[in-house]
Nanobody, 117 residues
Framework: QVHFLESGGGLVQPGGSLRLSCKAA???????????MAWYRQAPQKQRELVAT???????NYIDSVKGRFTISRDNARKSVYLQMNSLKPEDTAVYYC????????WGQGTQVTVAS
C-alpha cells in the first residue's frame, strides 16, 4: 500500500505563503520516479479537487484558480512532492493531500491550510 505523509500546513493571513511537503513513504523509487504526482484539496462541504500535477518528466499543470500563485515540484531522491503556495486567499482554505494521478485508494491524513485574517 502506498502511504503519503503530508506536512507544512497552518494558519496564514491572506497574501501569505506556505510550502507543503509530501513523502511517498511506501512507494518504491522505480514506481515513484515515472509517476505523475498531484496535490489535491478538499474544502469544507466540497468535493476533493485536483489542484496541481507534475509528471515524471516534470511537466506541470494547475487549475486556473492557482495559476501564477502555486508551484509544484518533486525530489525523486527523497520520493517527495512539494507545493509552494504564495499570495494565499481565503478560498484556498482546505485540507491538502498528495496522491498519484489517477489517485489510488489510499490517502494520507492531509495537511490543513487555513487562510484567514
Amino acid at each position: 500500500q502506498v502511504h503519503f505523509l503530508e506536512s507544512g500546513g497552518g494558519l496564514v493571513q491572506p497574501g501569505g505563503s506556505l510550502r507543503l511537503s509530501c513523502k511517498a513513504a511506501r512507494m518504491i523509487t522505480s514506481t515513484f520516479n515515472p509517476a505523475t504526482m498531484a496535490w489535491y484539496r478538499q474544502a469544507p462541504q466540497k468535493q476533493r479537487e485536483l489542484v496541481a500535477t507534475i509528471s515524471g518528466g516534470r511537466e506541470t499543470n494547475y487549475i486556473d484558480s492557482v495559476k501564477g500563485r502555486f508551484t509544484i515540484s518533486r525530489d525523486n531522491a527523497r520520493k517527495s512532492v512539494y507545493l509552494q503556495m504564495n499570495s494565499l486567499k481565503p478560498e484556498d482554505t482546505a485540507v491538502y493531500y498528495c496522491n498519484t494521478v489517477p489517485s489510488g485508494e489510499n490517502w494520507g491524513q492531509g495537511t490543513q491550510v487555513t487562510v484567514a485574517s
